[in-house]
């Protein structure tokens, strides 16, 4: 029979909710929205100011190599076509919204199965435009 644990002073339940619970969801990277300060056209890709400041008010760190889906450059690709030259659904100053990748990206191509190099899991180095939030 498993013995009873006691906690009288609320340590562990403490620690548990107010340390490891938010030091494990800060390293859990999700969505965050940012301003796209530079775009590749010809390969899809684009570098993305975050919006939000770190906790000294510092800007965080470009996210560079953010997949450009189909979804969006197609758009802008067939628009163009349609001769409606002054619409772009995304370019430099876009506001987007950024998702990462549930498990690295390295040796993906953008087409078929890939080998994983790596454990690594919601990374900043694998982030994808998910939206344009502002054109």
Known sequence: ???????????LSDFLTEEL???????INCHIVGRVISYDKSRHVCDVQPLPLQ???????????CVVPASIWQTDE????LKA??????????VVWIGYCDREMDNWTGSSN??????????LQDPVVEAVVKP
């Open 55 to 65: 906790s000294d008010k510092d800007k965080r760190a470009a996210l560079t190599e």
């Open 78 to 81: 067939a628009m163009v076509a």
């Open 85 to 94: 030259p002054d619409y772009k659904k995304m370019k430099v100053g876009s």
């Open 1 to 11: 029979m498993p013995k009873k644990v006691s906690d009288p002073k609320n340590k």
């Open 21 to 27: 619970i938010p030091m494990i969801q800060a390293a």
């Open 114 to 123: 890939y080998q994983l190099e790596s454990k690594r899991m919601h990374s």
